[in-house]
């Protein structure tokens, strides 16, 4: 539960394009199925993603049922300096991770 | 292997509600009003036009709980040429939107790659804002073979 996983490069050259990619372990209901005695599932979907480089928004994603399960969302980035990458999920039910991954820039 | 007991379970269940897996007789009219009104509810009353944008999705989808999507945007990527968003819709599903992506300049490339579920054979539309304002927008048709949420019936 709750567990997610980001894959940034350790280290690149100063103004490069990287790709970072996110998953996150979640199982997106879509709160259109039921159950086989007919009661609805709720909805239970993560909404949001989004990436902050040192503090500042780098990227925004909202999800919707359509998203798969375990939603991955892979983007790019410009490497700009050293720091931090932080990642934030929200969803329904109060869901919210984060995870965070160190970057050197050289 | 269903036994007995969970046959008349299901049985019994498919009995109490017999109208929820009914779709309704309009039920294309409502999906298309659904897909035009998500598609609005982004663009505005904006013109979206074609080109720039590249949907990249298999064309035959064998299973559409997880479907591979990837959208490219040409553009520059500066301050004052950018992608600012990347919308996907799907013609088909309940819901249309699939992921709504806000970026900038510092994105470097406007790449988004994701999964969605697609729920029926039809039209898969990626839209992009550039930040001048204006829409461009590709659309991929995809056969889909298995049907992500389709039990329950569409709509």
């Known amino acids: ?106 | 292997m269903t036994t007995r007991r969970q046959f008349l379970v299901i049985a019994a269940g498919a009995l109490a509600a017999p109208a929820r897996a009914q779709l309704p007789p309009n039920v294309a009219q409502l999906r298309k009003a659904a897909f035009d009104q998500a598609i609005r509810d982004v663009v505005g009353a904006a013109p979206v036009r074609s080109g720039k944008v590249k949907l990249d999705m298999p064309p035959l989808v064998d299973n559409g709980n997880a479907v591979p999507v990837t959208i490219t945007v040409e553009s520059p990527m500066t301050a004052t040429d950018h992608v600012r968003a990347i919308h996907l819709f799907t013609e088909k599903n309940p819901q249309p939107r699939v992921i709504g992506a806000t970026l900038g300049p510092r994105a470097g490339r406007a790449i988004l790659t994701t999964r969605a579920r697609i729920a029926d054979t039809g039209q898969v539309i990626a839209i992009a804002q550039m930040s001048d304002g204006s829409f461009y927008s590709d659309r991929v048709e995809v056969v889909v073979t298995l049907s992500a949420c389709l039990e329950e019936g569409l709509i």
């Open chain 1, 1 to 106: 539960m709750a567990r997610v996983v980001v894959s940034v490069p350790p280290s690149a050259k100063k103004g490069e394009v990287i790709e970072i990619r996110t998953l996150a372990s979640h199982p997106m209901e879509t709160g259109f199925r039921h159950t086989t005695t007919g009661e609805l599932i709720p909805r239970d979907i993560i909404t949001t993603l989004v990436c902050t480089y040192n503090g500042a928004e780098i990227f925004r994603a909202a999800l919707h049922p359509a998203v798969s399960a375990n939603p991955l969302v892979t983007f790019n980035t410009v490497a700009t300096e050293s720091g931090t990458l932080e990642f934030k999920w929200t969803g329904d039910n109060g869901y919210s991770v984060t995870a965070s991954a160190p970057i050197s820039v050289v």
